[in-house]
């Protein structure tokens, strides 16, 4: 389903603010897999999910979506392949429209517009039951303002639309970092549920070490822009967040300080 080859990414060239960021990447993800990807500050992972998504061109290897070689397409071309869901819960909705415009967008993504009549009784519909499944009330809510949501709301908001249509891939870009833990637990209960469910093939980027040993089928660790580590489901279920550390310190032969994954 994802098939990244070789992928290289240096950020300002030449310059004295030169950063490579991804050093000869290859990732395969079949048809299903649920990836959950762990790293320090700067280790490459919201730049592997980047490169995916067409934010940049890469400087080298290839890039596989579904089978279609997607390393030259522009972003806009790569919309109708990818769902995504971002860390902050501002990003990926139109906050001066409503929900069920917000939806309509999110269930035309890569097609294209045309001057036909906006939306559809059946439509509506569609929508209502779609929102009633979160169990947030948002169903009877469709004509509010977006930006009225708060960031748990708009965040599973924005999970529903990026799968809506569903996706060949949905990238999550550490989508609960900005929440409360409270409201990070139910958003994390939800995208396990609509992966599950929808037999989707997912990349889940986290800071968190135990959600990234308890979701999914899978989990890389990156350091320095490479993968370093490549967990299966029976390794994952057996490991604790002290193993994962132990064993990124034989590997990298350093120790892990990011607070942020330390403390979660």
Known sequence: MLEIEHVFKTFNPGTITEKRALTDISLHLAPGDFVTV???????????LNAVAGTFPVDGGSIRIAG????RL????????????????????????????NMALALRRGQRRTLRWGIGASERA?????????????EDRMSSKV???????????TLLMATLKKPELLLLDEH???????????????TQKLITEQGLTALMVTHNMRDALALGNR???????????????ETKKKMTVEDLLARFGR???KTLDNDRMLLA
């Open 176 to 190: 609960t970092a900005a929440l409360d833990p409270k409201t990070a637990e139910k958003v994390l209960n939800l």
């Open 251 to 253: 590997i990298s032969g």
């Open 219 to 233: 989990t890389i660790m990156m350091h320095e822009g490479r993968i370093i580590l490549d967990l299966d489901a």
């Open 147 to 157: 930006g009225l949501l708060s960031g748990g709301q708009r965040q599973a908001l």
């Open 38 to 48: 762990i790293g320090g500050n700067g280790a490459g992972k919201s730049t592997m």
């Open 126 to 138: 569609r929508y209502r039951e779609a929102l009633s499944t979160l169990e947030l009330g948002l």
């Open 74 to 101: 522009p972003e806009y071309r790569r919309a109708a392949l990818l769902g995504r869901v971002f860390q902050d819960p501002m990003t990926g909705t139109a906050a001066t429209m409503n929900l069920e415009e």
């Open 68 to 71: 279609k070689d997607v390393t």
